[in-house]
């Protein structure tokens, strides 16, 4: 008997439809953090992502030829919230939109925030869209069939992928009809690095516009329940770091609720 010869475990094992995710191992290699450890959650989103995009063969049921392929999502990219992530991997929602835009800056994938317009006419902000780049996921998982010339501009070098959190900017759009799920929701660390920004030093501040500036009432708000001080932001400065926290996908209330705390 062969010494390959199949156990009864090995059999068992053949015996069970196993599906789910492929991670290279060459990941392993080329995701990695600063320390040089594997960035593991990284590594988990990625497949996950990299699974949505593959494609779905479409067969004749009658005679099984191959009659193309169809993508496994409804829009123009993979449409999934930073929650959504979190739950299905059990990661914390602040390690799994870290390691997302880590992988982002590193160019292995793209993080669109939209405005989607339902089939109801409601608006709904904030709509996570992950696009992917095929380049960049085949230069770190078969290097040798990327030539130089078709990823000159996608190169994946294999030094740490930075752990600085930048957020995407936003993009307004119309797509499918998004899950109820899907808005972005704001933790307590963020509004509370808004609350810091409305009151920061005047160093920081924008000049003051020569027209008239307009202020949404949210802001008007904000600005009358928070304490003033001798060398704080203008209220025009102010209105600036409220505007380019809600283009960051912080919601009006969330600012005002830290505000009065």
Not at 79 to 102: C, I, M, N, P, V
Not at 105 to 116: H, K, P, Q, S, W
Not at 167 to 192: A, C, F, K, L, S
Request: with cysteine; hydrophobic share 35%.
């Amino acid at each position: 008997m062969s010494r390959y010869a199949p156990t009864p475990e090995v059999m068992a094992i053949g015996q069970i439809n196993i599906s789910g995710n492929v991670t290279p191992t060459t990941w392993w290699k080329h995701i990695q953090l600063p320390s040089g450890r594997p960035d593991a959650t990284a590594i988990a989103l990625l497949s996950e992502i990299v699974y949505w995009y593959r494609p779905t063969e479409v067969r004749d049921e009658h005679t099984g030829a191959l009659l193309g392929y169809r993508k496994r999502f409804q829009g123009d990219k993979l449409q999934r919230s930073y929650q959504a992530f979190a739950e299905q991997f059990g990661f914390g929602k602040r390690e799994t939109a870290d390691a997302l835009k880590r992988l982002r800056d590193a160019g292995f994938i793209t993080l669109d925030l939209r405005t989607v317009e339902m089939l109801d006419g409601v608006k709904c902000s904030n709509i996570l869209f992950v696009g992917i780049n095929p380049q960049a996921i085949a230069a770190i998982t078969t290097p040798s069939s990327v030539s130089p010339e078709s990823n000159s501009n996608n190169a994946i070098s294999d030094t740490a992928i930075t752990l600085k959190r930048n957020t995407p900017q936003r993009h307004n759009g119309t797509g499918d009809t998004p899950n109820v799920d899907t808005n972005t929701e704001i933790t307590t660390e963020i509004t509370t690095e808004t609350k810091n920004t409305i009151g920061a030093s005047a160093d920081a501040s924008a000049p003051a516009r020569s027209s008239r500036q307009e202020y949404s009432p949210e802001f008007e708000q904000a600005w009358q329940e928070y304490p003033k001080r001798a060398g704080g932001n203008s209220k025009s400065a102010a209105f600036k770091a409220w505007k380019a926290r809600i283009r960051e996908g912080i919601k009006p209330e969330t600012m005002l609720d830290g505000v009065k705390r």
